[in-house]
């Protein structure tokens, strides 16, 4: 693949595109969910037992970057898009669940609004969006989905050891629950392996 023969504008506009749906849907559920003063304790005792493992910091956050830059990783615009739209899927489908399954963390740390909020939002000054919307967690139905999708990333173990990984930290890091990945995991059995082919078909991505 030539980075002279990218089709860099098209790949910017499906980034761009993707990044505010993302923003929308995302920050909708988040205050949707702030409005339910009942949280339900969906979680093991045990897991509450598991310290704060700070070394899976970046692998957890790799997510989200690769997630960010990936319709650049691909030439052409057509090939980016069957790849974020599922991920626009998956987040229409996660977001009403947010809301009607309100879990109560039962983590305890000294980060009462998580990783996002005590790295990303609040030393922007800023409220974190990213405090309520816990199952299905989109850092497993995303990492498998990316796992799938970047066949360019070769061997393919190295994808699947990534995104295991991924699975692996949102625990780790207190972000999610063994309910949260089972939702996430979920998520991406109904979608990845029906929706993404479908949309491939329909751009017509060879």
């Known amino acids: 693949m030539s980075p002279a023969k990218k ?5 910017f506009l ?8 993302f923003t929308i849907v ?14 339900w304790p969906l979680y093991f005792h045990w897991e ?58 039962g983590f305890v740390n000294d980060m009462h609004s998580g990783v996002w909020g005590a ?3 609040e030393p922007l000054g800023m409220h974190n969006m990213s ?10 139905t995303y990492a498998l989905t990316l796992a799938l999708a970047l066949k360019q990333w070769r061997p393919a173990w190295t994808r699947w050891l990534w995104a295991i990984a991924v699975c692996i930290t949102t625990v780790l890091v207190h972000e999610h629950h063994l309910v949260c990945i089972g939702g996430g995991l979920a998520l991406y059995l109904a979608t990845a392996w029906t929706v993404l082919p479908f949309l491939q078909r329909r751009f017509d991505v060879r």
Request: aromatic share 16%; glycine share 6%.
């Open 119 to 121: 790295y990303l939002f």
């Open 26 to 39: 995302w920050g909708g559920a988040h205050w949707l969910t702030e409005l339910n003063a009942e949280r």
């Open 14 to 21: 499906v980034a761009v595109a993707y990044g505010i749906g």
């Open 131 to 140: 405090q309520f919307n816990h199952t299905p967690s989109l850092h497993v």
């Open 48 to 105: 509450t037992q598991i310290p704060f493992q700070g070394w899976a910091l970046p692998l957890y956050f790799s997510m989200d970057i690769l997630v960010a830059i990936s319709p650049l990783l691909f030439r052409t615009w057509r090939q980016a898009a069957p790849l974020m739209a599922t991920f626009l899927l998956q987040l229409c489908i996660a977001a009403p669940f947010f809301a009607l399954i309100p879990i109560e963390p």
């Open 7 to 11: 089709q860099w504008p098209g790949l």
